[in-house]
């Protein structure tokens, strides 16, 4: 499997940024997707994830301002990220378990000022 992101930046607070990773070696539409975060001196946290029947849950911090979908015949997960705040900075992860192994995309870097 691998996991590809874009989209990753430099924004002000207040602004959107739309994250994409793109999934190749696994049955895209069966599986759950997710992203997670990592920001400096912190632990890797769960931020958004979404079944293969389009079932979504966020972690409290993210909800009613980031979005998680997925385009099946692109193979793609997006994270819309609207209102970004600086504590959302962090590098973020996609994220796939296929088959019983955990899989991760090599991250893309979110910096948020004020």
């Known amino acids: 499997v691998q996991l590809v992101e874009s989209g990753g930046g430099l924004v002000q607070a207040g602004r959107s940024l739309r994250l994409s990773c793109v999934a190749s070696g696994t049955i895209f539409s069966i599986t759950t997707m997710a992203w997670y975060r990592q920001a400096p001196g912190k632990q890797r946290e769960l931020v958004a994830r979404?079944?293969?029947?389009?079932?979504?849950n966020y972690a409290d911090s993210v909800k009613g301002r980031f979005t998680i979908s997925r385009d099946n015949a692109k193979n793609t997960v997006y994270l819309q990220m609207n209102d970004l705040k600086p504590e959302d900075t962090a590098v973020y992860y996609c994220?796939?378990?296929?088959?019983?192994?955990?899989?991760w995309g090599q991250g893309t870097q979110v910096t948020v000022s004020s």
């Open positions: 979404i079944t293969n029947s389009g079932n979504t």
């Open positions: 994220w796939n378990n296929w088959l019983s192994s955990n899989y």
